[in-house]
């Protein structure tokens, strides 16, 4: 069973910085993808940034340059540092992690909440 634990989220004033920690456990072998999404109320869930098991990086034209997304192989970790936060940041952030060696499988982390208000 794999399990996606996520951390790091939080209440921060715009401007802000914030960082989330993934941890990927359990029978999860050869990771191809971990990223992160998020979904305001009322919004379908987007892609935030995602890094491909090469280390190349992707990020949502509104994060760029604002957020860092990194990975840790060695602890099956995927963080995503956040800065210059925005009230538009303020959404669910759900970590994502695609693996498998025959069979590829997408893993959901529960979520976890940031929001970004005076």
């Known amino acids: 069973q794999v399990q996606l634990v996520e951390s790091g989220g939080g209440l921060v004033q715009p401007g802000g910085s914030l960082r989330l920690s993934c941890v990927a456990s359990g029978s999860i072998f050869n990771i191809v993808v971990m990223g992160w999404y998020r979904q305001a109320p009322g919004k379908q869930r987007e892609l935030v940034a995602r890094i491909i098991s090469g280390g190349s990086t992707n990020y949502a034209d509104s994060v760029k340059g604002r957020f860092t997304i990194s990975r840790d192989n060695t602890k099956n970790t995927v963080y995503l540092q956040m800065n210059s936060l925005k009230p538009e940041d303020t959404a669910v952030y759900y970590c994502?992690?695609?693996?498998?060696?025959?069979?590829?499988?997408?893993?959901w982390g529960q979520g976890t909440q940031v929001t970004v208000s005076s």
């Open positions: 994502y992690v695609r693996a498998g060696t025959d069979i590829v499988r997408d893993y």
